[in-house]
């Protein structure tokens, strides 16, 4: 390329914020774009435009989630060991989503709002007063942890310690989450264990004693709910357990605490928008949720690998080709939104791509997520008459995880 791009395979990149140069360098002069990796993997194509990425979302028989989600190249056996619902396609993906997707449909999710509220209260009661402090630390992290505990059933003396572990695992390329950094440290010893990284055995070892408790006397609670067969007797097995419980203590934190905390840099850099909370409708305040899902697109990408030889937006890619669907990019691209690099808090559509929407791969906790979102806000608006930033915010070494881990603000209680 003519133009010097920032290199989006090297986490160390993302350490000061999306390239968003680079990826809108790609979206107006080659969308689908081969991508060396500095790492001295085999390289892949990076999609970044919208209708691309929609289209290999959709389109999962020539597009396959089943070698692999991440940019890493996996051997079989890795790859088999590693499996969860995301590295799947149908039918396998459909059955095993038909299993866990019960308690996160959007019926039963709406019946969790008064217990998100009461948690939310409680944690923004615990600070009453308080001016200046991590935002991350205190409130982002505090809600997601807390209504996950609830949902799964788990003690809450044993939240923080869960919490630390999908930290680990989530951010595997941040020193100061994990001593097992992918990109630093030998981690093949790992290499069959979910992020290559021995965290994933602690808690398999949780899951498995949490399931058998639920085994012997059976509880009201996500864990539960998992290991009841369908009408025809279906049901998962241990690894599958195991696999799907590490996975929702990794995501079903990390990705919600970013979101927050995104959210709010955006509208502390937007304070009249944050003033507005209070007498928006409830439609206004799921819209500003929405935007701020597209805004942060926490989950940056994932990969697919391609099962025939296609060709896309008019470059040749052949079976067994890594592409990856850089959500980030697509989510700000300027044929499809409208000034995208605008914050708009009453944006329509926001026909957005985080949460992998419009795909079978749509995040099962993206209705929990969005109403955890909603309702802190609307907390945080009725207590907060002003809200800013009293340092720089710090963030995640990841070019797969857009986060914040740090954000310290100063508040002005009403």
């Not at 914020?17 to 390289?43: A, C, I, K």
């Not at 899951?207 to 007797?233: F, S, V, Y």
């Amino acid at each position: 390329m003519a133009e010097p791009l920032a290199d989006i395979t090297s986490h160390d990149t993302f350490v000061y914020g999306v390239p968003r140069e680079t990826f809108q360098y790609l979206r107006e002069n080659d969308p689908v774009h081969w991508t060396e990796e500095s790492d001295g993997g085999r390289g892949f194509w990076s999609l970044t435009k919208y209708d691309d990425v929609l289209f290999a979302s959709r389109n999962t028989e020539v597009f396959s989630s089943r070698l692999g989600i991440r940019i890493e190249d996996m051997d079989p056996e890795a790859t088999e060991a590693r499996r969860t619902l995301m590295e799947m396609d149908a039918p396998e993906h459909t059955r095993l989503r038909r299993l866990v997707s019960r308690p996160f449909a959007p019926k039963t999710v709406n019946e969790y709002e008064d217990a998100v509220r009461a948690l939310a209260i409680e944690v923004l009661d615990s600070l009453h007063g308080e001016r200046e402090f991590n935002f991350v630390q205190t409130i982002a992290r505090e809600l997601p942890m807390r209504m996950l505990g609830r949902l799964l059933g788990l003690p809450e003396d044993d939240l923080e310690w869960l919490v630390q572990r999908g930290d680990a695992l989530i951010g595997n390329s941040d020193p100061d989450f994990t001593d097992y950094v992918v990109d630093q440290v030998d981690t093949s010893a790992y290499r069959l264990l979910p992020f290559r990284s021995p965290i994933a055995l602690e808690l398999f070892e949780y899951a498995a004693q949490a399931l058998e408790e639920r085994r012997i006397t059976p509880t009201h609670d996500i864990l539960n709910a998992l290991l009841e067969p369908t009408a025809d007797g279906d049901s998962l097995d241990d690894l599958a357990l195991k696999n799907f419980f590490t996975l929702m203590v990794a995501a079903g934190n990390d990705t919600t605490r970013y979101t927050m905390t995104g959210g709010l840099l955006a509208l502390i850099e937007r304070p009249e928008i944050f003033a507005r909370i209070p007498s928006m409708s409830l439609v206004q305040r799921k819209s500003l949720v929405d935007e701020m899902l597209r805004w942060t697109t926490v989950t940056m990408h994932f990969r697919r690998t391609v099962t025939v030889d296609t060709e896309l937006n008019g470059k040749s890619l052949k079976a067994g080709d890594k592409v990856v669907l850089w959500y980030t990019s697509a989510n700000y691209d300027e044929d499809h939104f409208e000034n995208p690099n605008e914050f708009r808090a009453e944006r329509s559509p926001n026909d957005h791509v985080a949460f992998g929407l419009h795909s079978p791969h749509l995040c099962l906790g993206a209705h929990l997520a969005r109403l955890e979102m909603r309702v802190l806000f609307e907390e945080l608006a009725n207590r907060w008459q002003k809200v800013e930033l009293v340092g720089e915010p710090e963030r995640l070494r990841s070019n797969f995880i857009s986060g914040i881990k740090t954000l310290p603000i100063r508040v002005t209680w009403r």
